[in-house]
């Protein structure tokens, strides 16, 4: 009985790391565009829930996957560079973390969640707002008695492990990132400094394209379906974890990203019946809506 | 009056109340959408009290009014001191807690919603009372000694704290009237759709709220007042051809307005250039 229970655990705690892996991802790339360009993009996970239904297109004629994938992937970058020139009027006005950015994104989302929702169905691209991709990578690679990681777990955690190293390699040892850093700190001596703002913010924007392309692709391969739904939770998740990180932290929000995907595991999996679905978002709310209460900075501190 | 043109007024009132409770804590440089908490407060509460428990509706009115302002009031505590963006995302937050909660109350029907709400007429006198009871009651606020208090903490929250202005208190007291504003359109809302489906109150009347409010114009509470039954309109009385896009409509003119107008369409500026040119 142990042992089982033992296998459980595991299992939830394989599953929780990679799903805490598209969580870290998406938080890194939204805090990235906060401290670079001072934008709260709320719309960042409908961006990355669209380019699943583009892929999925892509899909249903051609049938191949590897293509379906490189879709994805590239279409995050495209979508987030498309809507950078939106944020821009707005960004050069306010100072820190402008909430005019958060309500433009809001607009953003309204016509991806229309698109998905309703434009997709009517012109007959899709049957339905759910859009459902075949099982990915499903296959054990390693079996633990009756939990196993799967390839699909294994592709999403190491190439989480490997597209932040990437990140902070950037950030912290590269021209580009040290020019990141000086936008992040003050816009207006950076430009002084000869640092061309706007090449820094497009560069942003594409890294958190990059980011939200990866997530596009790992959420394919975990959920192998997509939906407006799951952007909406995705959306308010994944702001909730920053803050609960602490606003700006990439560092920060990237760890408390792992830390929520596992502690979502492990209550949707505890919880009984199908108040384990429903519970396990709500009691995930309740502990963000307890940090942003109890302690606004955050658990690792705000850096903006 | 036809059942169209009612309906209308009456889903037109719950944007224009939510608009204005919105308002309220906007102006204090905090997004507040508690209100929309409230108002699932309001519709359910009501809902339950006058069909279950058969209670007369202007007791079930108050309780839910006075639930909606406590439970705003609780809150607040805490909302009232993060920055204007954590309350925004946690009174979000709040929206998906509320649907969690009401989803596993059997006697609130689930997630299939609570259905046979009855829909008297007197709701339609209920919803044109509550707009000019309230936007009298704000229309004074704004005018009044209160209303330069948050004219202050709106144009820079350090000046108003050198001034004496707590703008703590002031944060909770407007959370609070927010509160008791949203369970009141919650009141209308249950007793005209004759039903009540969270799923359908939350995250889709945030999305529409938040664009009826900044295109409307934020900085005053004339722009709800005009553009919420303008912009509402679109669902129901343009042709179906165009209908059927109202949502990507409502997107880009966010977008829009929100790139080259901020403050929205009906502005302060606006008012001070039509009583210039009245002066002249």
Known sequence: ?304 | MSGIITTFIQLSTVYILLGWGMFLVWRVGQLYVGSIFTMIIGAYGSAYLVKALGWPFPAALAAVVLAGALIAFIFSFGFARVSGFACGIGTIALLFIAQAIVWSIHAFGGVHGYFGVPMPEYILVLALASLLIVGFLIYNLVHSRLGRAIEVVNTDINLANTLGINVYKLRITLQTAAGAIGALAGVIYSFTMGMVQVQNIGVGVLLELIVFFFVGGSSTMWGILIFAPVLYSFHLFLPSSIAMFTDLIFGILLIVIMMLRPEGIIGKDMFKGIRRKLQK
């Not at chain 1, 698109?115 to 009517?122: A, D, E, G, K, S």
């Not at chain 1, 899709?126 to 459902?132: F, K, M």
């Not at chain 1, 760890?255 to 019946?273: D, K, N, W």
């Open chain 1, 1 to 304: 009985m142990e042992n089982v229970t033992l296998q459980v655990i595991l299992a939830q705690l394989i599953n929780g790391i990679a799903i805490g892996s598209i969580y870290g991802l998406l938080t890194t790339g939204l805090n990235l565009l906060l401290v670079v360009c001072g934008v709260w993009h709320y719309a960042y996970p409908y961006v990355v829930v669209f380019s699943m239904y583009l892929a999925w297109l892509v899909h249903r004629n051609t049938g191949n996957i590897a293509l379906t994938l490189l879709t994805a992937f590239i279409a995050g970058i495209a979508i987030s560079l498309i809507t950078e020139p939106l944020f821009r009027p707005l960004s050069k006005k306010s100072e820190g973390a402008p909430i005019g950015t958060f309500i433009l994104s809001t607009g953003i989302l309204v016509i991806l969640a229309d698109l998905m929702n309703n434009v997709f169905i009517r012109l007959g691209f899709t049957a339905g707002s759910v859009v459902g991709f075949p099982q990915i990578a499903g296959n054990s690679l390693i079996q633990f008695g009756l939990s196993s990681l799967t390839y699909g777990q294994a592709i999403m955690v190491i190439g989480t492990v490997i597209s932040v190293a990437l990140l902070f390699y950037l950030l912290y040892r590269t021209k580009l990132g040290k020019s990141f850093r000086a936008v992040s700190q003050d816009r207006v001596a950076a430009q002084l400094l000869g640092i061309p703002t706007l090449k820094t913010r497009l560069n942003a924007f594409t890294v958190a394209g990059v980011l939200g392309g990866m997530s596009s692709v790992f959420l394919i391969i975990a959920l192998a379906q997509a939906s407006a739904t799951i952007s909406d939770y995705l959306a308010i998740k994944v702001f909730a974890i920053a803050l609960f990180a602490g606003v700006g932290n990439l560092p920060g929000g990237l760890i408390c990203g792992l830390f929520f995907g596992v502690f979502e595991s492990f209550l949707v999996s505890f919880l009984p019946g199908e108040s384990g679905a429903v519970w396990g978002n709500a009691i995930a709310f309740i502990l963000i809506l307890a940090t942003v209460l109890f302690r606004p900075r955050g658990i690792f501190g705000s850096r903006v």
